[in-house]
């Protein structure tokens, strides 16, 4: 085998990153257009394809990893995320994604899901959100809204969902975003965007089912309502939406209204700017909720970014100052290193 | 010290001491300084602490009380002692509770300042029993003031009288001392490290400990002191160790012996907690401790540091199994080295979080959903932990396996003389990693049908695996059924075959006869002791201990088919009999005493004369 550490690295192709096996996703699933974004933005990362690992649990999405030519971990439900944490924290080397849905990451793994995100474990966790189980055919998720008939629902779900950015945030995630299987350009930004972020990356992705829950994000996605419905936020630019952008988000206080800059006595100066290392929690949880209420679009893009040490750079850390202090560990001088006594 | 020798000095053979008290009292404390001083004098030792799941149960309660006994000799022991000899009460419900298992003729030694009404009542005692000629009839009783004697001492150390009444110990520690004719200067030491910043509790606690030395020198009421003079082991440099250290210690050997990083994800559980915090002092030898946010992450962690490549460790309680079974599901189908150990205790449920119990063993061997086989390993005794963890790690790897290895809480906290081995002495473990590119498939076999172990970074063997079914050789996702059964079958065949890398089951006396003992696990001790009583008064019978379960050293059956009867005595209500059963086809008699505590020889000691009838096996 030739030695290719001093190669020239050879520019990757989405094809690259393809595993070649059959891509077994209903026809029409929002699932094929996330794993083309990512076959798509991969090669644009600069990571060698042997360093990145995917991780999944259980579900549509978490068949994800059998496709993508890089190590992967198909495992059990809701454990993707605990998974990726002890791949990382032992190999800081690699590059760590866990490809998860609603149920797997906020039903069954929610657990492991807030705290990798309070520890900041350098892991980029891809939430296909679809807002229903599908592999089991049918019933409410904890991201399905009020309301909603389905198997084990027959008379509409009596649950509240959450608000997953929310989530994210409440748990002190670092990077927080949210993107659509519709807005192919817009995920592949993202992505980017996260597989650079150093920490815990949180992306939302809405996507649709179209067995079970079909048409659920129309009413943001569709074309006849996404620009008035979608918010895309850049980062130091204003908020602003609507056709030919002419709506804004003002910041009443801690209350978001909508201001129509086609009205004279508005002014572009009036409108939120957004500021993705904004120190202040509160706002981007305004931000997380701003659908709540049904008058405002639903936001796009990365919400919040902070920067921290990762949980598995302070264990390298650790070691790295205790092996400094102490030296290196001797086995002999461990074994025998308590009080010890001879017997001639 | 001059004056010492005017009292006289007897010579004993044994001893075992319980010191007992309210679990606020740190008698654990004062009991394992008193062994690793009794270590470091060359005795043989077994010791056994007993404590309350409650941390500081109300104070004088009956259930509130904490002990710790320690067996110590002049020659080769292998328990904590089935009956105490001297029993150290700090408390009328430490008396009450303990008195029962104390020798006929005892001696007790009782703090007489905490004999007041309400820690009678308390006690359940209408009277006192120090004044009640009858109700300690037979024992000698030594009343100290032990209070008063260290509050006197310590009056101008400037301490709250609170401070000043939890150096009591240390005066009882100080007394002891000198009653065993003990040295002070392993606790000084101890001492002077664990203070060294908090100089005034460092003196009070020196203080106390030698007016309590000092005390028993000069006070009237002891006419005698005793020694028990060094045990004649075997050569070599010797230190005390419980089961717990000793686990922490194997997996740390079995690193460097390997040249794989250790992994462990982990999740606070009694009593197996200590191999975590052990293993989170060992930062210098490149251990990763991830202390999880549940005993599930705390096994999927590990998975996935295997699959990168790490020697993967995850340590619980039998609660922790339960909930990291299918985990161990996912380990057996994806085919990667683990080691979880569990440190049994006594249940079902939350049960006996502090208590011993041997009864997971059906869980480690069967408790999974679908065919799931993995290598089951047992230790029997503190030290043998270190081996068996060890060994664990060894098989793991070598087989691309989960590995369960099961200890349980009397051996995992119970100490032992162990001697120590020098780092030459202990072989290697070898590993490979895939490399080669070429012919390269994730689900092909070696001569001992492990798969090829390919870490992530490896350039050209991306791979993926999962919990899906696999085709063999390739690993991609396959339904069909005759590949299902071919790979359950595969599977289970992997596993047997790890009989060819073991020990043969060795015997201890003749090796066909009447009786068989068999043990596993933590029984060692109390089934080796029984035997030993029983051969010396001239029975016949002879002992085999089991510490590879699944799968058994394959001489197993011949080794019980030939004696006419096989006794299992287990601390659960006989899952090695039952396994015995259907795996040979030969029946066993059960001896099963489920207490939650380990064994006293004496019990087995008296099935065993019990079966053996008349005929005492001659």
Redesign the interface.
């Known amino acids: 085998?030739a030695n290719?550490i001093d190669a020239v690295p050879v520019k990757l192709t989405a094809k690259d990153f393809s595993?070649g096996?059959d891509v077994r996703w209903c026809p029409g699933c929002g699932d094929y257009s996330i794993l083309a974004q990512v076959q798509r933005s991969f090669p644009e990362i600069n990571i060698?394809?042997?360093?990145?690992?995917w991780?999944s649990g259980?579900g549509c999405s978490s068949r994800f990893?059998?496709y993508?030519?890089?190590?992967?971990?198909?495992?059990?439900h809701g454990?993707a995320a605990?998974?990726?944490?002890?791949?990382?924290?032992?190999?800081p080397?690699?590059s760590v994604w866990v490809a998860t849905g609603d149920g797997d990451l906020m039903s069954i793994g929610g657990?492991?899901f807030i705290?990798t995100c309070r520890k900041n474990v350098d892991i980029k966790i891809l939430l296909f959100n679809n807002e229903i189980y599908g592999l089991t055919k049918g019933q409410y998720s904890p991201t399905s809204a009020k309301g909603l008939v389905t198997k084990t629902s027959p008379y509409g779900s009596v649950d509240y969902p959450f608000n997953p950015l929310s989530l994210a945030l409440g748990a002190g995630a670092s990077f927080v975003a949210r993107t659509a299987d519709s807005e192919a350009k817009h995920m592949q930004e993202i992505i980017k965007r996260a597989a650079e972020h150093k920490g815990t990356a949180f992306v939302e992705i809405l996507q649709n089912c179209v067995i079970f829950n079909d048409g659920v994000f129309d009413p943001i996605t569709s074309k006849e309502n996404k620009a008035d419905k979608m918010l895309i936020l850049k980062h130091g630019q204003p908020m602003l939406f609507g056709k030919d952008n002419k709506k804004g988000i003002k910041l009443d206080g801690f209350k978001p209204v909508v201001i129509d800059l086609n009205d004279p006595k508005n002014s572009i100066n009036d409108v939120w700017v957004h500021d993705e290392k904004d120190i202040s929690h509160a706002r981007a949880f305004i931000l997380a909720h701003l659908a709540d209420d049904p008058e405002l679009p639903s936001p796009f893009g990365v919400i919040r970014q902070e920067f921290k040490p990762t949980y598995d750079e302070g264990?390298e850390r650790?070691?790295a100052h205790?092996?400094e202090?102490?030296?290196?560990?001797s086995?002999?001088k461990?074994?025998?290193n308590?009080?010890?006594?001879?017997?001639? | 010290m001059a004056q010492e020798t005017e009292k006289e000095t007897l010579d004993l053979k044994e001893v075992t001491i319980r010191f007992a008290g309210d679990s606020g009292d740190g008698m654990q404390l004062t009991g394992s300084q008193f062994s690793?001083t009794t270590?470091?004098?060359?005795n043989d030792l077994g010791t056994l602490p007993d404590y309350p799941a409650e941390i500081r149960a109300p104070a004088g309660t009956l259930y509130g009380v904490s002990g710790f006994q320690v067996h110590f000799s002049s020659s080769d022991i292998h328990t904590p002692g089935d009956t105490p000899d001297v029993l150290v009460a700090m408390n009328p419900a430490a008396l009450k509770k303990n008195l029962a298992d104390l020798k006929r003729d005892g001696i007790i030694i009782v703090n007489t300042d905490s004999f007041d009404a309400k820690n009678l009542k308390l006690a359940g005692y209408d009277k006192n029993p120090l004044d009640d000629d009858t109700a300690l009839a037979g024992y000698k009783v030594y009343p100290v003031p032990i209070t008063t004697l260290t509050s006197t001492a310590l009056k101008d150390s400037g301490l709250s009288i609170r401070d000043i009444n939890r150096c009591k110990n240390f005066f009882a520690l100080g007394l002891m001392y000198w009653l065993y004719n003990r040295p002070l200067e392993?606790t000084l030491k101890w001492l002077n490290s664990k203070f060294k910043n908090k100089p005034e509790i460092l003196n009070a606690n020196e203080t106390a400990l030698k007016t309590g030395y000092f005390f028993g020198d000069t006070t009237e009421i002891f006419e005698n002191r005793y020694t028990v003079e060094?045990a004649?082991?075997?050569?070599?440099?010797?230190?005390?160790i419980s089961g717990n250290e000793a686990t922490a210690?194997g997996l740390?050997?079995a690193s460097?012996k390997s040249g794989l990083?250790l992994?462990l994800?982990s999740y606070p559980i009694t009593p197996a907690t200590d191999i975590l915090q052990f293993l989170a002092g060992?930062?210098?030898?490149?251990v990763?401790t991830?202390q999880?946010?549940?005993e599930?992450?705390g096994i999927?962690?590990?998975?996935?540091?295997a699959?990168?490549?790490?020697l993967?460790v995850t340590t619980t309680s039998g609660p922790g199994v339960a909930l990291k079974t299918?985990?161990i599901?996912?380990g057996v189908m994806?085919e990667l080295p683990l080691v979880v150990v569990n440190v049994q205790r006594g249940g079902p449920s939350t049960g006996l979080p502090t208590k011993t119990e041997q009864a997971d063993l059906l869980q480690a061997v069967y408790g999974r959903n679908g065919e799931a086989p993995i290598p089951v390993l047992a230790a029997a005794t503190p030290s043998d932990c270190f081996y068996m963890a060890m060994e664990a790690s060894r098989i793991a790897v070598k087989y691309m396996t989960p590995v369960m290895l099961l200890t349980d809480g009397y051996i995992g906290n119970g100490t032992e003389p162990w001697?120590?081995?020098?780092?030459n002495e202990i072989p290697e473990i070898p590993v490979k990693f895939a490399?080669?590119?070429?012919g390269f498939a994730p689900y092909s076999r070696d001569e001992n049908l492990a798969r090829p172990w390919a870490?992530?970074?490896?350039?050209?063997?991306?791979?993926?695996?999962?919990?899906?079914e696999k085709a063999n050789i390739t690993g991609?996702?396959n339904y069909d059924p005759s590949n299902h059964d071919f790979m359950v079958k595969l599977r289970e065949q992997k596993i047997q075959n790890i009989k060819n890398d073991i020990p043969d089951l060795a015997v201890q006396g003749d090796a066909e006869g009447e009786l068989l003992v068999l043990g596993w696990g933590g029984t060692y001790g109390a089934i080796k002791e029984a035997v030993d009583k029983v051969t010396s008064r001239g029975l016949k019978v002879s002992q085999a201990h089991l510490k590879y379960i699944h799968p058994m050293p394959k001489n197993t059956k011949d080794v019980l088919s030939k004696f006419k009867k096989v006794l299992i005595p287990e601390i659960n209500l006989g899952q090695l009999a039952k396994i015995v059963r259907s795996e040979f086809l030969i029946d066993v008699l059960q001896y099963n005493l489920v207490r939650g505590l380990p064994f006293r020889s004496s019990d087995i000691e008296n099935q065993i004369v019990e079966i053996l009838g008349g005929k005492n096996g001659k």
Do not use: C
Request: no cysteine; glycine share 10%.
């Open positions: 085998m290719n595993s096996q060698p394809i042997e360093k990145i690992v991780i259980i990893t059998y993508m030519n890089t190590y992967g971990f198909h495992t059990i454990r605990a998974i990726a944490t002890g791949v990382k924290i032992a190999r080397d690699l657990n492991h705290h264990v650790q070691i205790i092996t202090k102490k030296g290196k560990g086995l002999e461990l074994l025998f308590s009080n010890t006594w001879e017997v001639n | 690793d270590a470091l004098m060359g392993p060094p004649k082991l075997k050569k070599g440099t010797y230190r005390n210690l740390v050997t460097i990083p992994f994800g060992y930062k210098n030898f490149g990763k991830f999880a946010e549940d599930i992450a999927t962690s590990a998975i996935g540091a699959f990168s490549g790490s993967a299918e985990a599901g996912l994806t001697r120590i081995p020098h780092e490399t080669e590119i070429e870490r992530p970074g490896t350039p050209g063997l991306a791979h993926r695996i999962g919990g899906l991609n996702v």
